[in-house]
């Protein structure tokens, strides 16, 4: 069996005609939920009979009015349930947390560098050079140069020091 490639008009061709079958489709569905809603309204909700005179009229308002006072209560009634039950359920999930308590995953050992962590965290847009070395000040060790007297010939030294005297008393 050879497997023959579709070309690409035929492609588009069978492309635009499921397209089209779909879209009639589409169509139906929603005249059908349009009609099944139509049905639905003239069932439940029949028409008003607005025959009669002004004072039968307010009082078919004021039926109209208490009865949809009383439905709020109730939705408002059931909402409040709702939430009650809901904020109950979220209660015993933190409860359940806190009893069986929280598995901790064994971890596994990374092999990863400072610079490598840091950029992984922050992105690719900041560098951080966690390289600390090249950040400290180059400082010249200074090493202290104590006047060292040159040992040398002795009378020599003497000498210096006779000449001091003589400075001294010729003055």
């Not at 408002?76 to 409860?95: G, N, P």
């Not at 971890?107 to 962590?117: C, F, G």
Request: net charge positive.
């Amino acid at each position: 069996m050879s497997e023959k490639k579709m070309t690409s008009s035929r492609r588009h061709h069978l492309k635009s005609l499921v397209l089209q079958v779909a879209l009639t489709w589409l169509e139906k569905e929603k005249k059908e939920v349009a009609e099944a809603k139509e049905a639905y309204m003239a069932e439940r909700c029949p028409a008003p009979d607005l025959s009669g005179d002004q004072a039968a009229l307010m009082e078919r308002c004021k039926k109209i009015h208490a009865a949809i006072d009383k439905i709020d209560e109730e939705r408002y009634d059931i909402e409040a349930k709702v939430q009650k039950a809901d904020k109950e359920i979220e209660d015993l999930k933190i409860k359940v947390v806190d009893l069986v308590g929280v598995k901790k995953p064994a971890l596994k050992k990374v092999r990863m560098s400072a610079d490598a962590m840091l950029k992984a965290l922050l992105g690719s847009k900041h560098t951080v050079n966690m390289d600390l070395r090249a950040n400290l000040k180059q400082v010249k060790k200074e090493t202290k140069e104590e006047p060292t007297e040159a040992v040398g010939d002795w009378r020599k030294n003497i000498e210096d020091k006779a000449d001091r005297k003589k400075m001294f008393e010729s003055s």
